[in-house]
């Protein structure tokens, strides 16, 4: 950084002030004073030029933004120095330390007080943070894009951080000196009930209380007056309390209720620094989701007994119940209510009506740090009323769904955890069983690795087995193990929250009976994974319909796409919907399965006719009602389709020659053997019916 750049001072928070050194700058466009503050307000940070574009011209942007920005960019250098803007690839960087910025400088702060909370250095922290302010923020730059949203968070954080202040005064006895400082910030914010409430406060600890109820009814009207709404149950509260000459309390206890969690976490380190990078970046509510067992829970609570220190105002945790063993989810006011308690509300001062649980637990959040832990979620509307109405709170949800209208409609992140990686299986056991015991029969470990299909709590229930017997190898829990692909009761435990049958039946229970029934036929489908189109013939369903299956399947992580527009459910899943389908009507399935040969031996012959129209490949009968063959258009395709199809095709082959349907074997080889593999790179076909045949009897076994 040139010494030009360690001069310059970038003052924001209040008319736009910059120097050199001791000379004051003026810059008299308008235009260069919105591209210093945008540049500023990310110093030491590239700026691109879109969005320097944006808050120069917003809506009415030049042909040529970039030469635009390089004119303005040019200009400035001339008042502020050439070494002071570096051209970057994408954009620009104001080359000045981020404390030679005001509003950088109240922010860090602001931060490093909260860490200090409740100690002297927290207060020096703050009276630095908030002589900086002098007034309303990028006064004198007419840009939208700051004086807008951006300058009303700035304002934000600066009244959170006086009310911190007050709170402060307030615990050190020092009311009286706050009167007219707290009198002046509520007039001039005449709706800000936090701020009128500390003032009634201020009063009443000064002994001023008709003071204090004078100043509730001035809100009070003005409330009623401009919103046509009545003061928030809170100050209704201390109003309450003001009558009979009770006092309310300064400051509860913060609160800590993140129950335990581990101290390790085997193979999540990926999804832990994206937490932290998340929250970091300002993310407000981040949602966890996966398919049942893939410890969502588990890596929300080591994430949040990591950071709790980012938290200094507490930690609220809540069990939803929205996957439990209960029949019901926990109701959004029975979470609300015990949540305030968590914060020191007395049971008999939360008011009965759901509108009135909801103001009162944002106020209780508004302005303070606080990690609330929302687990366990059965659907969106279920937490949304659980969510701070501030910036301050962090939360973070765990969820068998996606969630995906809180991404729409809060911003809230969406992170998805999978199954582990092997590797990542194999610390979970080595850290449970310890790595000597798992790496003297590999073997064994690796059998166990896929009979849990790499899933975090089969592989703790297996690991758990194998703890209780710790003379006998690995083989044995091993074997005993692999009846689990006919029968998912082999990682069965007596606790109802981490039985597998138990745990997925509760994600099963709760589908559309279309989607259900749509996963119980997904068993029956002989091929490793399967396609849109392949679905509708599948279940016998219009592509809308079939789509919308799919799509309740996908969001309750009972199926995965494992690449784009293909879907499949991992080993243990699909043994879960095998049992299903066992359970239910045989003729059913036994139709599926007719649908399903018939939709790709159908598709096989069409895309045979377009690669080689003179082959003449015998015409199958009609299908079966219900089945929709793809309609390949050109060679290209009909090329592509086989070689995605390959396993599939194999597979449904062999289940043509366990069922006896010797037509169907007959046309579908004679399908996939137009192309010989010489033809078909990449795709590996045999170049004959025997061949083909040959291959398709290895592993020939019924389906369900």
Same mark, same amino acid.
């Given at each position: 950084?040139?010494?030009?750049?360690?001069?310059?001072?970038?003052?924001?928070?209040?008319?736009?002030?910059?120097?050199?050194?001791?000379?004051?700058?003026?810059?008299?466009?308008?235009?260069?004073?919105?591209?210093?503050?945008?540049?500023?307000?990310?110093?030491?940070?590239?700026?691109?030029?879109?969005?320097?574009?944006?808050?120069?011209?917003?809506?009415?942007?030049?042909?040529?933004?970039?030469?635009?920005?390089?004119?303005?960019?040019?200009?400035?250098?001339?008042?502020?120095?050439?070494?002071?803007?570096?051209?970057?690839?994408?954009?620009?960087?104001?080359?000045?330390?981020?404390?030679?910025?005001?509003?950088?400088?109240?922010?860090?702060?602001?931060?490093?007080?909260?860490?200090?909370?409740?100690?002297?250095?927290?207060?020096?922290?703050?009276?630095?943070?908030?002589?900086?302010?002098?007034?309303?923020?990028?006064?004198?730059?007419?840009?939208?894009?700051?004086?807008?949203?951006?300058?009303?968070?700035?304002?934000?954080?600066?009244?959170?951080?006086?009310?911190?202040?007050?709170?402060?005064?307030?615990?050190?006895?020092?009311?009286?000196?706050?009167?007219?400082?707290?009198?002046?910030?509520?007039?001039?914010?005449?709706?800000?009930?936090?701020?009128?409430?500390?003032?009634?406060?201020?009063?009443?600890?000064?002994?001023?209380?008709?003071?204090?109820?004078?100043?509730?009814?001035?809100?009070?009207?003005?409330?009623?007056?401009?919103?046509?709404?009545?003061?928030?149950?809170?100050?209704?509260?201390?109003?309450?309390?003001?009558?009979?000459?009770?006092?309310?309390?300064?400051?509860?206890?913060?609160?800590?209720?993140?129950?335990?969690?581990?101290?390790?976490?085997?193979?999540?380190?990926?999804?832990?620094?994206?937490?932290?990078?998340?929250?970091?970046?300002?993310?407000?509510?981040?949602?966890?989701?996966?398919?049942?067992?893939?410890?969502?829970?588990?890596?929300?609570?080591?994430?949040?007994?990591?950071?709790?220190?980012?938290?200094?105002?507490?930690?609220?945790?809540?069990?939803?119940?929205?996957?439990?063993?209960?029949?019901?989810?926990?109701?959004?006011?029975?979470?609300?209510?015990?949540?305030?308690?968590?914060?020191?509300?007395?049971?008999?001062?939360?008011?009965?009506?759901?509108?009135?649980?909801?103001?009162?637990?944002?106020?209780?959040?508004?302005?303070?740090?606080?990690?609330?832990?929302?687990?366990?979620?059965?659907?969106?509307?279920?937490?949304?009323?659980?969510?701070?109405?501030?910036?301050?709170?962090?939360?973070?949800?765990?969820?068998?769904?996606?969630?995906?209208?809180?991404?729409?409609?809060?911003?809230?992140?969406?992170?998805?955890?999978?199954?582990?990686?092997?590797?990542?299986?194999?610390?979970?056991?080595?850290?449970?069983?310890?790595?000597?015991?798992?790496?003297?029969?590999?073997?064994?470990?690796?059998?166990?690795?896929?009979?849990?299909?790499?899933?975090?709590?089969?592989?703790?229930?297996?690991?758990?087995?194998?703890?209780?017997?710790?003379?006998?190898?690995?083989? @044995? =829990? #091993?074997?005993?193990? !692999?009846?689990? &692909?006919?029968?998912?009761? *082999?990682? +069965?435990? /007596?606790?109802? $929250?981490?039985?597998?049958?138990?745990?997925?039946?509760?994600?099963?229970?709760?589908?559309?009976?279309?989607?259900?029934?749509?996963?119980?036929?997904?068993?029956?489908?002989?091929?490793?994974?399967?396609?849109?189109?392949?679905?509708?013939?599948?279940?016998?369903?219009?592509?809308?319909?079939?789509?919308?299956?799919?799509?309740?399947?996908?969001?309750?992580?009972?199926?995965?796409?494992?690449?784009?527009?293909?879907?499949?459910?991992?080993?243990?899943?699909?043994?879960?919907?095998?049992?299903?389908?066992?359970?239910?009507?045989?003729?059913?399935?036994?139709?599926?399965?007719?649908?399903?040969?018939?939709?790709?031996?159908?598709?096989?012959?069409?895309?045979?006719?377009?690669?080689?129209?003179?082959?003449?490949?015998?015409?199958?009968? @009609? =299908? #079966?009602?219900?089945? !929709?063959?793809? &309609?390949?258009?050109?060679? *290209?395709? +009909?090329? /592509?389709?086989? $070689?995605?199809?390959?396993?599939?095709?194999?597979?449904?082959?062999?289940?043509?020659?366990?069922?006896?349907?010797?037509?169907?074997?007959?046309?579908?080889?004679?399908?996939?053997?137009?192309?010989?593999?010489?033809?078909?790179?990449?795709?590996?076909?045999?170049?004959?019916?025997?061949?083909?045949?040959?291959?398709?009897?290895?592993?020939?076994?019924?389906?369900?």
């Amino acid at each position: 950084m040139g010494s030009t750049s360690r001069t310059v001072r970038v003052a924001l928070l209040g008319p736009l002030e910059i120097w050199r050194g001791e000379t004051p700058v003026e810059l008299s466009s308008n235009r260069l004073r919105t591209l210093l503050s945008v540049l500023a307000m990310s110093a030491g940070e590239t700026v691109s030029v879109d969005q320097l574009a944006a808050a120069l011209w917003a809506e009415d942007r030049p042909a040529n933004e970039r030469r635009s920005v390089q004119t303005y960019i040019a200009r400035l250098r001339n008042e502020l120095g050439p070494e002071v803007i570096r051209t970057m690839p994408v954009g620009y960087r104001l080359e000045v330390d981020q404390d030679r910025v005001d509003a950088l400088r109240f922010r860090r702060l602001l931060a490093e007080a909260a860490l200090a909370r409740g100690t002297e250095a927290e207060r020096e922290l703050l009276r630095q943070a908030l002589a900086l302010w002098r007034g309303r923020p990028f006064d004198g730059v007419g840009s939208d894009a700051l004086r807008g949203p951006t300058a009303s968070h700035w304002v934000e954080l600066h009244l959170s951080a006086v009310e911190r202040w007050i709170d402060l005064g307030l615990a050190d006895g020092r009311q009286g000196e706050l009167v007219a400082e707290v009198r002046e910030l509520a007039a001039r914010h005449p709706l800000r009930e936090p701020l009128w409430g500390r003032l009634i406060v201020v009063l009443d600890r000064c002994g001023r209380q008709a003071e204090a109820l004078a100043v509730y009814e001035q809100l009070r009207r003005r409330l009623v007056e401009d919103l046509g709404a009545d003061p928030t149950p809170e100050l209704q509260r201390l109003h309450s309390a003001l009558l009979v000459g009770d006092t309310w309390p300064a400051e509860p206890m913060a609160p800590r209720q993140l129950p335990p969690g581990m101290a390790e976490l085997a193979g999540r380190d990926d999804a832990l620094k994206e937490l932290d990078r998340l929250v970091s970046e300002g993310t407000r509510i981040c949602v966890i989701t996966g398919t049942a067992g893939v410890g969502k829970t588990a890596l929300a609570l080591h994430w949040a007994h990591r950071s709790a220190e980012r938290f200094p105002d507490g930690q609220l945790h809540v069990d939803l119940q929205g996957f439990g063993p209960r029949d019901a989810p926990l109701r959004p006011q029975a979470a609300q209510s015990a949540l305030l308690q968590a914060m020191g509300v007395p049971p008999q001062r939360i008011p009965e009506g759901p509108e009135a649980v909801s103001a009162l637990y944002r106020t209780m959040l508004a302005g303070k740090r606080m990690l609330v832990v929302l687990d366990n979620a059965r659907d969106a509307e279920q937490v949304r009323r659980l969510l701070p109405g501030g910036a301050e709170c962090t939360v973070l949800i765990t969820s068998r769904r996606g969630l995906s209208s809180l991404v729409s409609a809060e911003g809230a992140a969406l992170l998805t955890l999978d199954v582990l990686a092997p590797e990542e299986a194999r610390d979970l056991l080595a850290r449970r069983l310890g790595r000597e015991r798992v790496e003297t029969d590999t073997a064994a470990t690796d059998e166990i690795i896929r009979l849990c299909a790499r899933l975090p709590l089969a592989l703790a229930i297996a690991a758990g087995r194998a703890a209780a017997s710790p003379s006998f190898p690995l083989a @044995a =829990p #091993a074997a005993d193990l !692999r009846r689990v &692909r006919d029968d998912i009761g *082999a990682l +069965a435990t /007596a606790d109802g $929250r981490t039985d597998l049958r138990a745990v997925l039946s509760r994600s099963y229970a709760i589908l559309p009976a279309d989607a259900a029934r749509l996963f119980r036929l997904l068993a029956v489908h002989p091929g490793p994974d399967i396609t849109r189109a392949a679905v509708a013939s599948l279940a016998a369903l219009d592509p809308p319909r079939a789509g919308r299956s799919l799509d309740a399947l996908l969001d309750a992580h009972l199926l995965t796409e494992v690449v784009p527009g293909r879907f499949a459910f991992h080993d243990l899943l699909r043994t879960y919907a095998r049992e299903l389908a066992r359970a239910a009507d045989p003729l059913s399935n036994r139709q599926a399965v007719r649908r399903v040969i018939d939709h790709y031996l159908h598709t096989a012959h069409h895309a045979a006719l377009l690669l080689e129209p003179a082959a003449h490949p015998r015409a199958p009968e @009609a =299908p #079966a009602p219900g089945v !929709r063959p793809e &309609r390949l258009k050109h060679r *290209a395709e +009909a090329l /592509a389709w086989f $070689r995605a199809e390959h396993a599939v095709l194999l597979a449904v082959l062999r289940q043509a020659m366990a069922d006896g349907l010797h037509g169907d074997v007959d046309g579908l080889a004679s399908a996939m053997a137009i192309r010989s593999d010489r033809q078909m790179t990449g795709a590996r076909f045999p170049d004959s019916f025997s061949a083909l045949v040959r291959e398709a009897q290895q592993d020939v076994r019924p389906c369900p």
